[in-house]
């Protein structure tokens, strides 16, 4: 990579108490299953995927997610439940609401025609919420032993995200570095 660049991705972060219950599932996974690449970032829904943008371009991208967080009002999230990626992720299941899925596309196109960030494997597949708890780290035996436990958990929260995060990597984790109030209006 660049040494003028970081890589960066854009996510809505839940509020404290359920990233707070989030980082307990991501601990037991790396107690339990030796899964502890999940712990290398908070509890976040991806929106926009890792991207590497130049440093000294981030006034350039941060006004840009501020401009696209004036168009967009807050909107609701449920968590519900587990989900996996077979056979290495488990995560908490993001309900698909009209309100996400449209800020989600919304925001990738407004990325791609503004400043040109594009990730190619999000366009050919389907956007899929979801909140991970274990990662790529978790082995085939060890998904198998702790899907069948989280498969028909019961999880529910509702919140309203209110923000977009942007967050770095800082060599060796994911760091929140700002975020941007969606402000706009329900008509």
């Known amino acids: 990579m660049d040494q003028t660049k970081n890589l960066f991705f854009i996510a809505l972060l839940p509020p404290s108490a359920i990233q707070n219950h989030a980082n307990e599932i991501k601990q037991y996974f790396a107690q339990t299953y030796n899964s502890q690449g999940a712990q290398n970032s908070p509890p976040h829904i991806t929106l926009q995927p890792p991207f590497e943008w130049n ?8 006004e840009s997610l501020s401009t696209f967080g004036e168009m967009y ?8 439940g587990f989900g996996a990626f077979a056979p290495k992720v488990i995560y908490i299941n993001v309900l698909k609401k009209p309100e996400l899925l449209n800020l989600q596309a919304e925001l990738m196109a407004y990325l791609k025609i503004s400043l040109g960030i594009v990730h190619p494997i999000s366009r050919s597949r389907p956007f899929v919420p979801h909140l991970t708890v274990a990662f790529r780290d978790l082995t ?24 977009l995060t ?22």
């Open 140 to 163: 085939k035996k060890n998904f198998q032993l702790a899907w069948p436990e989280f498969e028909h958990r019961q999880l529910e929260y509702k919140f309203t995200a209110s923000k």
């Open 166 to 187: 942007l967050l770095i990597h800082d060599g060796k984790q994911w760091q929140a570095c700002k975020s941007f109030p969606l402000r706009g209006v329900d008509c």
């Open 55 to 62: 440093r000294d371009a981030l006034p350039v991208l941060e």
């Open 73 to 80: 009002p807050p909107i609701p999230i449920t968590l519900n």
